[in-house]
């Protein structure tokens, strides 16, 4: 095992290396053709480079049986313009296509199946410093938008075939925030991750766009407080407390004013099976067990 590990790291070196000087051959003289092919220890062809048409730089990779794994073409400028790839039985998996501003940063990329039909594209734009600041990802399912702000916070939107659009934030300091809306633009689901705190919000809505639930949960993700809501006026609230097995150890029931109302005790076994149930009422007086 140690043995190809190491022939693979010989071997990705040297492709890197004979990359490199096919380059700078290459940008010493364009007109110069020339053609490199790396052999593995076991005689099988893994790499070769080679020049294509309008002098454009087609590497191949190989699979073991030598039937072609992948290629890539690199213009004059060294920049990818397309890339496939291809199944052990040397057919065609993907193809992907790439195309730059004048510049020379990515504008779009494309990938196609085997048939040529285009499955995915990507759209990018940048600021006048030269960073993303828009990423536009298509496919047949969704549309994927994201954006980035001069505040160090990024903005995802998903545009879902059944209109059900998705917004996440999330900031330099990875705080974030999710939001999802129905067909009809209702707001119907959020969520909140909160570093400081380490607890993350979750928020369900109803159809009209109130909220129904509200859980707050630690970052191991046990449950610590639950509020239920109906036509926007809460109900009760539930309160959780765990052991250092992450057991639960204590729940508190609250009323609409936020009184409580219940205490519950949690007992275990050494096994950490649940074996005891006490329950005290407003004052402390314990009311129930089993």
């Known amino acids: 095992m140690k043995n190809k590990l190491l022939y693979a790291g010989i071997f990705f070196i040297i492709s890197l290396f004979l990359v490199s000087v096919f380059y700078y051959q290459y940008k010493k003289n364009k007109q ?77 990329k494309e990938i196609y199946d085997n048939n040529n039909i285009l499955k995915y594209s990507t759209r990018y734009f940048y600021t006048d410093e030269g960073s993303v600041s828009k990423t536009i990802y298509e496919n047949k399912e969704e549309n994927i938008i994201t954006e980035n702000n001069i505040d160090n916070k990024s903005v995802t939107q998903i545009i879902y075939k059944d209109n059900v659009i998705v917004h996440t934030y999330k900031d330099d300091l990875n705080n974030i925030k999710f939001y999802r809306y129905s067909d009809n633009g209702v707001l119907s689901y959020s969520y909140e991750f909160v570093k400081d705190s380490n607890t993350t919000k979750e928020t369900i809505y109803n ?81 129930d067990y089993y």
């Open 32 to 108: 110069t053709q020339k053609e490199y092919h790396i052999i593995d220890d076991k005689g099988n062809l893994r790499y070769d480079l080679k020049y294509g048409n309008n002098n454009q730089l087609v590497t191949n990779t190989y699979y073991e049986n030598n039937t072609i794994k992948s290629q890539s073409i690199n213009d004059t400028q060294g920049k990818i313009i397309e890339e496939r790839f291809y199944s052990i039985k040397g057919n065609l998996i993907t193809n992907s296509k790439y195309t730059y501003r004048d510049d020379g940063k990515l504008q779009n």
């Open 207 to 287: 159809e009209n766009g109130g909220v129904q639930t509200e859980k707050i949960f630690s970052n191991a993700g046990l449950l610590l407080e639950e509020k239920q809501y109906s036509k926007g006026v809460i109900l009760y609230t539930n309160k959780y407390t765990y052991n250092q097995n992450g057991q639960q150890k204590e729940k508190f029931e609250y009323n609409d004013k936020n009184s409580i109302q219940k205490r519950f005790i949690y007992g275990y076994d050494k096994q950490g099976n649940r074996i005891r149930i006490d329950i005290y009422d407003a004052e402390g007086n314990k009311i």
